[in-house]
């Protein structure tokens, strides 16, 4: 019997997406040509001798569910599907995660039932909410001693304790097998932790959260693949929701995909399945690629030949290759691929940004032409190659820039106000914080000076070009920072308890500050004091609604507010409308006496960790691609499924290089499904980094189209020297580019 069911397998950029959605006409084509053909509700019997594909897509109205390995991927994917049948069917697209987690949450009444839950509604647990509220549950079993032996600090450990039970729901494991697989997997290793104490962590952690309705993402994953998927009625409920599923890249998802597929096609789905045999980006990071492919067996193959006609995959990936695994084969590449050679990293950054700003002003190449890829991006190599190409005006795109909400000095600013507001924070706040809030709370709200950004259409296009990489400079301040220490030095007045700010008139010389700065600083002392009686009357419903307010009357104000401060913000009072959201429900499960304001303080804390990004949801362009030269990780690049005419491989003699750019979860090769449990052992590991490193460099051969550039410097920022195991391409190379010879 031939399956209707399709398995396309390609290398980068094969055309296995556009082959995918092609398959998804064919199946609404079949469906309008041979209506005719369906069973008829009457007689049970066909009209005509013939099944179409999409079978009875008329009479049960099912939807298709569309699958991609992220969010960036999914919204492309989703968007292009509607568009190409005109909105006709109805289409769900999501991540597996978000699928997982939608089902979870629809069908929580079924969980209630059937594993004797707590009628309340299910709340999600971010991972820093999820990993501040496990160290407080395991604290007091993580004594120093623990530590010692696990080698790592205490919020390391709690975070690799916690991936065990997302790795083991991803490959289909219940969280009561976790202690024999990590016995199996590790053996007689006296250097970890015994596995029925990691174990035992755990069952008391999800028993602790499923208690109080509390969901991770290891949680959702184990109940859906546990509970859901095994019992009747969602699985009637499932098939007679979807009748065809088209999922992209699913060498990116974990093992239970695999088992939400054979279900739907036992039940009569028809399938349509992408597969990049180079790709298994997140291998490592939860995905099984090999235990997906076994999918292929139920499916009619389709091998879409050959490397995509505009990349340099066909070129250099077998000559690359030969060198990376055979490195005393003597071989020199061809003109495409050049190299950038320096003693320091200091110069090969100052160098390698030169090269792409004369490539640039010379018109050899556009700058969304142009990608800087490297295997780990610092803060020092990020400013260092923004720094240089945002002041030739080359607008710089960092992919998926994930900086600290601390690190925001609005963000660090509205924390100081909260302190100056509410009681029993004095112990947060000191001088220079006041001086930093009263800079920012002072900001004249000017409409920026380029008349294009007033537009929300034309800044949606632009925003990206500077996000964060330099300070915004349309807005200037009322209070500069000289005139903000000599108040905060004067008129701030310390205290645990209730800190203060005096009138301006408390500084002797209160004339050398100046009008405008003396209005702005009145104004504000003024607001706060109208805050802080409003807060003794509790008039303020909770500290979400004093963030709000002094966004509105000191940041936003009817101003055009730079990119990256609207993420930060938006991603503050998300996370702090989460934060109070779980401290609520956390008191009506099990009230705790604690003084009034503790939960403000650990707020604060917990951002001042660092622990929480500023990774808003993101606004697509309108119109064409940004125009701005791409700035990202291995990982971030392959991951985003882009390409360019110029590739720039940075610290192309990194050994971080066979890592992907992306560090391997604690325990994931034993929850692999073709090895669950199996020691993993040196030989393993190398084996594993060569391939690694060869899906690497042909999937980024198969991304660029004309020039590759290898940026290498002797020494790395610790000054050790870089032997990394690109190093024998950098040696190959003909053309060399070194400091001597940069125009």
Not at 490 to 512: G, I, K, Q, T
Request: hydrophobic share 40%; net charge negative.
């Amino acid at each position: 019997m031939v399956s209707h069911s399709v398995w396309i397998v390609g290398t980068s950029r094969s055309g296995k997406t556009a082959r995918l959605v092609e398959q998804f006409g064919n199946w609404v084509k079949s469906e309008n040509q041979y209506t005719e053909l369906f069973y008829t509700k009457k007689t049970g019997r066909k009209k005509g001798g013939y099944v179409p594909e999409f079978l009875y897509l008329k009479q049960t109205e099912p939807g298709v569910l569309v699958l991609a390995a992220n969010d960036d991927n999914r919204r492309e994917l989703g968007d292009i599907i509607v568009t190409s049948t005109l909105g006709k069917y109805p289409v769900r697209a999501k991540t597996p995660l978000g699928f997982f987690q939608d089902e979870v949450i629809l069908f929580w009444p079924l969980l209630i039932n059937s594993l004797n839950l707590k009628a309340q509604f299910p709340v999600r647990l971010r991972p820093e909410t999820e990993q501040e509220l496990a160290t407080k549950l395991w604290r007091p079993q993580l004594d120093e001693e623990i530590l010692r032996i696990a080698g790592v600090n205490e919020s390391r450990l709690v975070r690799r304790i916690l991936d065990l039970l997302q790795l083991a729901a991803y490959s289909g494991v219940p969280c009561e097998d976790i202690a024999q697989i990590l016995a199996r997997g590790l053996g007689e290793n006296t250097a970890t932790l015994e596995p029925e104490f990691l174990a035992s962590l755990l069952l008391d952690w999800r028993n602790w959260c499923l208690e109080r309705g509390l969901l991770t993402y290891g949680i959702i994953t184990e109940l859906y693949s546990q509970h859901l998927l095994s019992d009747r009625n969602y699985q009637q409920h499932l098939t007679k929701r979807y009748q065809a599923v088209l999922a992209d890249d699913v060498d990116d998802y974990p093992s239970v995909a695999r088992l939400l597929f054979e279900l739907l096609l036992d039940r009569g789905a028809v399938g349509a399945f992408s597969y990049n045999p180079d790709g298994a980006v997140r291998l490592g990071l939860g995905a099984d690629p090999k235990y997906l492919e076994g999918l292929a067996e139920r499916c009619r193959v389709e091998i879409l030949n050959g490397p995509p006609p505009d990349s340099l995959s066909e070129q250099l990936t077998k000559q690359m290759l030969e060198l990376v695994t055979e490195p005393m084969v003597l071989l020199s590449l061809p003109k495409t691929v050049h190299s950038i050679q320096t003693t320091s990293r200091a110069q090969l950054l100052r160098q390698t940004a030169e090269v792409i700003a004369n490539a640039i002003q010379s018109q050899q190449v556009q700058a969304e032409e142009v990608a800087i890829i490297a295997p780990g991006l610092d803060a020092i190599a990020r400013y260092t190659l923004v720094e240089i190409l945002v002041k030739q005006n080359i607008p710089v795109e960092s992919l998926n820039d994930q900086r600290t909400l601390i690190s925001s000095p609005v963000i660090r600013a509205l924390l100081t106000m909260l302190a100056l507001v509410y009681p029993g924070l004095g112990r947060l706040v000191d001088r220079d914080a006041v001086a930093e809030m009263l800079v920012v709370l002072s900001r004249k709200q000017q409409p920026p000076e380029n008349s294009s950004l007033l537009t929300p259409n034309s800044s949606l296009s632009t925003h990206n070009s500077a996000r964060a990489e330099r300070p915004a400079t349309a807005n200037s301040t009322d209070i500069d920072p000289v005139r903000a220490g000599l108040i905060a030095d004067y008129c701030f007045v310390p205290h645990p308890d209730r800190p203060s700010l005096l009138p301006v008139s408390a500084f002797e010389r209160w004339d050398r500050i100046g009008y405008a700065a003396t209005t702005a600083y009145n104004e504000i002392l003024e607001w706060l004091e109208q805050q802080r009686s409003q807060q003794e009357l509790r008039l303020i419903p909770s500290p979400i609604s004093l963030l709000d307010r002094a966004i509105q009357r000191f940041l936003w104000n009817g101003s055009n507010l730079p990119y990256e401060q609207l993420a930060a913000l938006r991603e503050l009072l998300e996370t702090a409308q989460h934060y109070w959201e779980i401290d609520t429900r956390l008191r009506q499960i099990a009230p705790v006496e604690t003084t009034p304001h503790t939960t403000i303080i650990e707020f604060i804390q917990l951002l001042r960790r660092g622990t929480i990004t500023a990774n808003a949801y993101p606004v697509l362009p309108i119109g064409g691609a940004r125009k701005a030269v791409t700035l990202a990780t291995i990982f971030q690049y392959r991951s985003s499924r882009r390409s360019h005419r110029w590739h720039f491989w940075l610290d192309a003699g990194s050994p971080l290089w066979a890592k992907g750019g992306a560090a391997t979860l604690f325990g994931a090769p034993f929850f692999l499904r073709d090895r669950l449990g199996e020691p993993w052992t040196a030989e393993d590991e190398k084996l594993a980094e060569e391939q690694r490193l060869q899906r690497i460099v042909t999937d980024l051969l198969s991304r660029v189209s004309e020039r590759v550039y290898l940026c290498h410097s002797d020494l790395a920022v610790n000054g050790q020297e870089q032997l990394g195991p690109l190093l024998p391409l950098v040696n190959a190379c003909v053309t060399v580019i070194s400091e001597a010879n940069v125009n």
